[in-house]
């Protein structure tokens, strides 16, 4: 049985694996640049966090309609399901669909198709949080702001707002005008920072966006003043091991900074970010650290129990989800 927990930094455009992907391009009549699934996966060698977005963006083409963006996450919680989580705050990216003419209404009503009845097929709770991508200017992050009024929570799926994309150049304090307003409708805040960027740009997420939760924040560990603050004020981190490695945040899994972040008081739960692409989902990033950082069962329970600690749920869900 695997251990109980819960995912909290997913994109859901990062589980599209390359069969779903050579399916949707075929029901949609889009053309890969790829001649089949073997090919498409000799190209996940990744330099970097940019050099992957270029990938991850692209083979978005094949996300046309509401079925497309059902069946995806569809298969993301019954993969989930199977190692272990319970409750899942899935991330997406409206900005990038947007782009290719795609609206803010087929992709919601798509996600909120298979999130609707997750708790019921696959024994999944769900959230969704709206990222905005730091490399767009401030203004589409407002225009998206806007056109995602009507799918907030309470009569929609979305309760919450992040920010992802390539991070270096991009501080976070260009979004402060857009996360007050998040604030202002009642949505829960949560950044990308810390993954290639530099610690600053984790004090800036949560003195000038009001961040919640740090996405990643890998490199709190450059600043001892950083990591007492985050241990005081019980700031989670929702790291991603098997990405750092397939990003080159970290040279090996073995090297990887989780075992000293957790003996200094840091609130990490560990998760799986985008597993299509990275070798991996909630399960078997647990089970990676786990056989390379010798992680003791206690240490295991703790990081699952984080999950929910960390977790958008109140407690009495928090307490059914486990
Ligand atoms: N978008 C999808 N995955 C991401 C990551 N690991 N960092 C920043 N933006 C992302
Ligand atoms: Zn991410």
Known sequence: MPLPKAELHL?????????LAFALAARNGVTLPYA???ELRKAYEFADLQSFLNLYYGLMAVLRTEDDFADLADAYLARAAAQGVRHAEIFFDPQAHLARGVGMGTVVAGLGRALDRSEAVHGVSTQLIMCFLRDESAGSAMETLEAAKPYLAPRGPIVGVGLDSAEVGHPPAKFAEVYG????????RVAHAGEEGPPAYITEAL???????IDHGLRCMEDPELVDRLVRDRVPLTLCPLSNVRLRAVDVLAEHPLPKMLDAGLLCTV???????????????????REALGLSPERLRELARNSFVASFLEHDEERRAR
Request: aromatic share 8%; hydrophobic share 35%.
């Open 11 to 19: 994109h859901i455009e990062g589980t599209l694996e390359p069969e």
């Open 36 to 38: 089949d699934t073997e």
């Open 271 to 289: 998760n799986s970010d985008d597993p299509a692409y990275f070798g991996g989902y909630a399960g078997d990033n647990f089970r990676a650290v």
């Open 207 to 213: 003195d000038v966006l009001g961040a919640e939760r």
């Open 181 to 188: 307003a998040a604030a202002a409708l009642g949505l829960r």
